[in-house]
């Protein structure tokens, strides 16, 4: 299973704590953005550290919605 990473622009609050997470698939701008890939677990646990809900995991294969 591969998951596809989304970033609400608009509820992102650049915490950072995707960044730090996961720092070779998150950037910091103003706003959150996806830079590169890693395991599904690595991105679960960036997605599950983001205060604000703003990262949607999808399975790139079904294309269900993993997280949230
Ligand atoms: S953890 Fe969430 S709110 Fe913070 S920068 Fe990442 S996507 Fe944005």
Redesign the pocket.
């Known amino acids: 299973m591969t998951y596809t990473v989304q ?2 622009t608009r ?9 730090d997470t996961a720092p070779e698939v ?1 950037a ?1 701008d103003d ?2 953005t996806v830079i590169g890939t890693g395991p599904d677990e690595l991105l679960l646990a ?1 997605a599950e ?7 949607t995991l999808i399975d790139a294969g079904t294309g269900e919605q993993i997280y949230p």
Request: charged content about 10%.
């Open positions: 970033i609400d509820a992102c609050a650049a915490h950072g704590d995707c960044v998150f910091l706003v959150a960036a550290a983001c205060p604000s809900a703003a990262i």
